[in-house]
């Protein structure tokens, strides 16, 4: 059994001012995302300085999206018990499925404004996204959230007693998620888009991979306390926000499989 690391949630204290680890997370995310979206930026024509308007289209999508859609289908009775809740970012409490929904909405406004096509678009973001998701988790971790089930592998946890959990081993769950959405959907993502492909399909393997990493995982992260399980004594509420997801990334990838290949603006490898 490996112990939890002891690592303080608050990263910089100034006085009143704590930045959390969790918040540090997501402004790696975003560099990250500026900084690989400036390396391949002339496939779809775009500038450096468009790379950055893309960057702030995105952050606003992930960062409304995502605490939106985690009081929506996580927290609405806390939302509804205290409304200054829903500004409490730092503290945790972001939904990937809100999140996505505010990119796609952002990626469409964008693609509008610069006149490409959508999953054009989509494509060129969704390599640029595993390592935030990747980094999310370790913030996950870090501020003590996504705790595992009860587990008798080599390398399960004893969590910290301000989890309110019991000395038990756990599955380090979060990190499963950083190793699956962060490190192994990025290098699938990352490789495959160097090479020309059709329209929609890098869109179509982002959400299928990421709806089967997420799907399996959380068989062994327990569920959401305040809602436990959804359906059929072990159906948890990520399972089900993620099942479209992989329809829809099985649906997206059939229809891009009848679509040419985007010779002009894949064959440039990076």
Known sequence: MLQY???DPVAISLGPVKIHW???MYVVGFIAAWWLGRRRAHRLGLSHDDIGDLLFYGAVGVVLGGR?????????DQLLANPWWLFKIWEGGMSFHGGLAGVLIAALLFARKHRLAFFQLTDFIAPLVPIGLGAGRLGNFINHELPGRISDVPWAMAFPPMMGLGPEPRHPSALYEFALEGVVLFAVLWWLSRRPHQRGMISGLFLMFYGA????????RLPDPQ?????FGWLTMGQLLTLPMLVAGLALIAWSRRQPVDK???AAAS
């Open 68 to 76: 939106l859609g985690y009081v929506l289908f996580y927290g609405f």
């Open 22 to 24: 969790y918040g540090l």
């Open 227 to 231: 809602l436990g399980f959804i359906a």
């Open 264 to 266: 002009a603006k894949a």
């Open 5 to 7: 690391p002891q690592i």
């Open 213 to 220: 990493f997420r799907f399996t995982v959380e068989f062994v």
